[in-house]
């Protein structure tokens, strides 16, 4: 087994494979960034168009050849494949071209591994690494030798000692076992976290609650530190940071707003992460709101967008309110491609969140979406009561008010989202006049 799938300082050759019929991007830019997030430096690319999967090399023996005389000609140290591999075409492709081999999802969940920070992004980190190398051990192993028990009367038999002796088991099977068993405990220590991070989300359904989700370095944390002033990091590089944040944000009087960032997304983001990062993901899942936060600068747009529009179907979130908005509108240098995406995405909301361009009118309609339309409503309630009439100046536009002996009777403008908190407040009389 590989130690280490570190690609850290080494010389990348990158190759993609395309089956004909399949909607595939048309370069290797993704890749590209994901191995110099990786901190490889990519010295050569390497496409090809298949008819077939080749079952030992995925492409092609000749293709394999011409990859291995690169390998040589280059100096590589890693050839990384945008495709996703069978342990037994890593290990034939090793063979012939005398350099390491990596997949897509092992590049991710390297990535991943580098960037954790927090015990439980490193337990999701382990546990999805695990879940991917499990099914794997058969071909990845060159020990697979038996371990015999001393009274075999073997060389390898010799070896062994009292407590060993017995029909011996393959070094498969111990491994499998012991990697089973590191799953099982990594799940149940999950849980735990998991179980306290679902009350701690829970706990703030009084709260409307919008989420940042979207392309990986699309500018999701930019914008909630534009929003909320959280001081997440930034950087210019693919899954700068993987532990969710949540800010209170207030963007009117009266108006308190949960807003969660997300773990970023990417194409054929491999299904072991989004199962171990699904307690993470539940911010999305409970959300009021979701902002999809788009790179309109970037060339590959649209099949961004349908990327994260198909991650969050996976994860339950397919029939969520979502707010697209177009981020890094002071980048672009063609507004023609950015006139057309407007176009077929009439409600989405401009904004450039580095210069704060758009800020404004994307608070207005976060707003509205937290009002839910509004309502005029006539409030009657006693004079005692005043968390009615608390409420009622942090969270509307009074109107009018009339003061009786026994009761005080308010016109007020307001969200209609808000009702249930009203009614929670027992007012004696409430009248809806308009809306």
């Given at each position: 087994?590989?130690?280490?799938?570190?690609?850290?300082?080494?010389?990348?050759?990158?190759?993609?494979?395309?089956?004909?019929?399949?909607?595939g991007w048309d370069d290797l830019a993704e890749l590209t960034a994901l191995a110099e997030?990786?901190?490889?430096?990519?010295?050569?690319?390497?496409?090809?168009?298949?008819?077939?999967?080749?079952?030992?090399?995925?492409?092609?023996?000749?293709?394999?050849?011409?990859?291995?005389?690169?390998?040589?000609?280059?100096?590589?140290?890693?050839?990384?494949?945008?495709?996703?591999?069978?342990?037994?075409?890593?290990?034939?492709?090793?063979?012939?071209?005398?350099?390491?081999?990596?997949?897509?999802?092992?590049?991710?969940?390297?990535?991943?591994?580098?960037?954790?920070?927090?015990?439980?992004?490193?337990?999701?980190?382990?546990?999805?690494?695990?879940?991917?190398?499990?099914?794997?051990?058969?071909?990845?192993?060159?020990?697979?030798?038996?371990?015999?028990?001393?009274?075999?009367?073997?060389?390898?038999?010799?070896?062994?000692?009292?407590?060993?002796?017995?029909?011996?088991?393959?070094?498969?099977?111990?491994?499998?076992?012991?990697?089973?068993?590191?799953?099982?405990?990594?799940?149940?220590?999950?849980?735990?976290?998991?179980?306290?991070?679902?009350?701690?989300?829970?706990?703030?359904?009084?709260?409307?609650?919008?989420?940042?989700?979207?392309?990986?370095?699309?500018?999701?944390?930019?914008?909630?530190?534009?929003?909320?002033?959280?001081?997440?990091?930034?950087?210019?590089?693919?899954?700068?940071?993987?532990?969710?944040?949540?800010?209170?944000?207030?963007?009117?009087?009266?108006?308190?707003?949960?807003?969660?960032?997300?773990?970023?997304?990417?194409?054929?983001?491999?299904?072991?992460?989004?199962?171990?990062?699904?307690?993470?993901?539940?911010?999305?899942?409970?959300?009021?709101?979701?902002?999809?936060?788009?790179?309109?600068?970037?060339?590959?747009?649209?099949?961004?967008?349908?990327?994260?529009?198909?991650?969050?179907?996976?994860?339950?979130?397919?029939?969520?309110?979502?707010?697209?908005?177009?981020?890094?509108?002071?980048?672009l240098k063609d507004v023609g491609p950015f006139e057309m995406l407007q176009t077929l995405?009439?409600?989405?909301?401009?904004?450039?969140?580095?210069?704060?361009?758009?800020?404004?009118?994307?608070?207005?309609?976060?707003?509205?979406?937290?009002?839910?339309?509004?309502?005029?409503?006539?409030?009657?309630?006693?004079?005692?009561?005043?968390?009615?009439?608390?409420?009622?100046?942090?969270?509307?536009?009074?109107?009018?008010?009339?003061?009786?002996?026994?009761?005080?009777?308010?016109?007020?403008?307001?969200?209609?989202?808000?009702?249930?908190?009203?009614?929670?407040?027992?007012?004696?009389?409430?009248?809806?006049?308009?809306?």
């Amino acid at each position: 087994m590989r130690q280490t799938l570190r690609v850290r300082k080494e010389r990348a050759i990158l190759v993609a494979a395309a089956l004909p019929g399949l909607n595939g991007w048309d370069d290797l830019a993704e890749l590209t960034a994901l191995a110099e997030s990786a901190g490889a430096v990519v010295v050569d690319r390497f496409q090809q168009k298949i008819r077939k999967i080749n079952p030992s090399t995925y492409i092609g023996k000749g293709k394999v050849l011409q990859l291995a005389d690169r390998v040589r000609r280059f100096k590589a140290d890693v050839v990384i494949f945008d495709n996703d591999l069978s342990p037994a075409q890593i290990r034939e492709l090793e063979t012939m071209a005398q350099v390491k081999v990596l997949d897509r999802s092992e590049l991710i969940l390297d990535i991943f591994a580098t960037r954790a920070q927090t015990k439980q992004a490193k337990l999701q980190v382990e546990l999805a690494q695990l879940e991917y190398t499990y099914p794997r051990l058969a071909r990845m192993w060159s020990h697979l030798d038996t371990v015999a028990g001393a009274g075999g009367g073997t060389a390898a038999g010799a070896v062994g000692g009292i407590g060993t002796r017995g029909p011996g088991e393959q070094q498969l099977e111990i491994d499998r076992r012991l990697v089973s068993k590191r799953i099982s405990e990594l799940k149940h220590e999950l849980e735990g976290i998991d179980l306290r991070k679902l009350r701690e989300i829970k706990s703030r359904k009084d709260f409307f609650q919008v989420c940042i989700v979207g392309y990986t370095n699309a500018g999701k944390s930019t914008l909630l530190n534009a929003l909320t002033d959280a001081g997440t990091l930034v950087e210019d590089r693919l899954f700068a940071t993987l532990d969710t944040k949540t800010r209170k944000w207030t963007p009117s009087r009266g108006v308190e707003i949960l807003l969660s960032d997300t773990v970023g997304f990417v194409r054929n983001l491999p299904h072991q992460l989004v199962e171990s990062f699904k307690a993470t993901l539940e911010e999305a899942v409970n959300a009021d709101l979701l902002l999809h936060v788009v790179d309109v600068a970037n060339p590959e747009v649209m099949n961004q967008i349908e990327s994260v529009t198909k991650v969050l179907s996976e994860i339950g979130c397919g029939a969520k309110p979502v707010l697209e908005v177009f981020n890094k509108v002071d980048a672009l240098k063609d507004v023609g491609p950015f006139e057309m995406l407007q176009t077929l995405h009439p409600e989405a909301v401009a904004v450039s969140a580095r210069t704060g361009l758009g800020v404004d009118e994307l608070c207005r309609r976060v707003i509205q979406s937290y009002k839910g339309g509004e309502v005029v409503l006539r409030v009657t309630s006693g004079h005692a009561n005043g968390k009615v009439q608390s409420f009622l100046r942090a969270h509307g536009d009074i109107l009018s008010e009339q003061y009786g002996d026994s009761a005080v009777v308010i016109d007020v403008r307001m969200g209609q989202n808000q009702l249930p908190d009203l009614e929670r407040l027992h007012p004696d009389r409430l009248e809806i006049m308009q809306g």
